[in-house]
């Protein structure tokens, strides 16, 4: 088993800025990939970022130039920092980790980009 506590959502303007963190518990040997994914209503849930180990990472294009995401191997913690936040933000958040042969997931973390 693998538990994964997320924090760092909430409600911020149209260009601000917000950091997601996610710490990993349990059985967490030779977890490989970690990342965020998120849904908004009515919408299927979609890969924002992910990294690997080794560092190596991916972004959708929406994010791409303002989300970075980053680990912290040691603490097994994944971040996201996430600037110049847009309404179309909007979405509850899912931490993302793969050990295989499982995949686990977050509570959910609901950011919120509204004047």
């Known amino acids: 088993q693998v538990q994964l506590v997320e924090s760092g959502g909430g409600l911020v303007q149209p260009g601000g800025s917000l950091r997601l963190s996610c710490a990993a518990s349990?059985?967490?040997?030779?977890?490989?990939?970690m990342g965020w994914y998120r849904q908004a209503p009515g919408n299927q849930r979609d890969m924002v970022a992910i990294?690997?180990?080794?560092?190596?990472?991916n972004y959708a294009g929406s994010v791409k130039g303002r989300f970075t995401i980053s680990r912290d191997n040691a603490k097994n913690t994944v971040y996201l920092q996430m600037n110049s936040l847009k309404p179309e933000d909007t979405a509850v958040y899912y931490c993302?980790?793969?050990?295989?042969?499982?995949?686990?997931w977050g509570q959910g973390t609901q950011v919120t980009v509204s004047s």
């Open positions: 349990g059985s967490i040997f030779s977890i490989y990939t």
């Open positions: 990294i690997t180990r080794d560092g190596i990472t």
């Open positions: 993302y980790v793969l050990r295989l042969p499982n995949t686990y």
